[in-house]
Nanobody, 115 residues
Framework: QVQLVESGGGLVQAGGSLRLSCAASGSIFMLNLKGWYRQAPGKRRELVASITSGGSTDYADSVKGRFTISRDNAKKTVYLQMNSLKPEDTAVYYC?????????WGQGTQVTVSS
């Protein structure tokens, strides 16, 4: 059993910053923390940022230059530093992990950016 727990969400004004964390626990052997997704009301879940096992990163065009994904393998934690936040970044943010072809998701953390 794998558990992913996100934290760090909240309410912030436009232009502000937040740092999301996602900690894995349980059956974490060979677990790969892969990235962050978000889902706004009425919209599909979308990939925000990803990180490979080798540490290469990729970002959605809408967040490039503002968001940074990082990972601490020893702590089995993945982070998302979000700067210059915009109202359109408002969504529930989920971390994603994989192991042996299975995908795992956290419960999500709400990010609300006020204008």
């Amino acid at each position: 059993q794998v558990q992913l727990v996100e934290s760090g969400g909240g309410l912030v004004q436009a232009g502000g910053s937040l740092r999301l964390s996602c900690a894995a626990s349980g059956s974490i052997f060979m677990l790969n923390l892969k990235g962050w997704y978000r889902q706004a009301p009425g919209k599909r879940r979308e990939l925000v940022a990803s990180i490979t096992s080798g540490g290469s990163t990729d970002y959605a065009d809408s967040v490039k230059g503002r968001f940074t994904i990082s990972r601490d393998n020893a702590k089995k934690t993945v982070y998302l530093q979000m700067n210059s936040l915009k109202p359109e970044d408002t969504a529930v943010y989920y971390c994603n992990a994989g192991k042996f072809g299975n995908d795992y998701w956290g419960q999500g953390t709400q990010v609300t950016v006020s204008s």
